[in-house]
Nanobody
């Protein structure tokens, strides 16, 4: 049974930082592309970042580029999202995603999803 478990969300002031983690189990983690999406209330799920299985190919959504950094540790079956210079508009539920193929900007490209972790950025 595949499980993706996110952690690290919380409340932070604008300009602050948070680090999200996603621990994966039940899959050959090092063979999967991993990524993060987010969904704010009343909005569609939005691509945040993705990383291929080796970490050699990384992509970011336009709204987070330059502020967020995705990384992975294949030895620990974990993917991270370091978020800096947070803005109120970053407030959302953040979801970890996995794909055996390339993880694109469309949420339909993900095979597995975590349950999400909430990030709230106060102004």
């Amino acid at each position: 049974q595949v499980q993706l478990v996110e952690s690290g969300g919380g409340l932070v002031q604008a300009g602050g930082s948070l680090r999200l983690s996603c621990a994966a189990s039940g899959l050959a983690f090092s063979r999967y592309a991993m990524g993060w999406f987010r969904q704010a209330p009343g909005k569609e799920r939005e691509f945040v970042a993705s990383i291929n299985w080796t970490g050699s190919s990384i992509s970011y959504g336009d709204t987070v580029k330059g502020r967020f950094t995705i990384s992975r540790d294949n030895a620990k079956n974990t993917v991270f999202l370091q978020m800096t210079s947070l803005k109120p508009e970053d407030t959302a539920d953040y979801y970890c995603a996995a794909s055996l193929f390339a993880l694109g900007r469309a949420s339909s490209s993900a095979t597995y999803w975590g349950q999400g972790t909430r990030v709230t950025v106060s102004s």
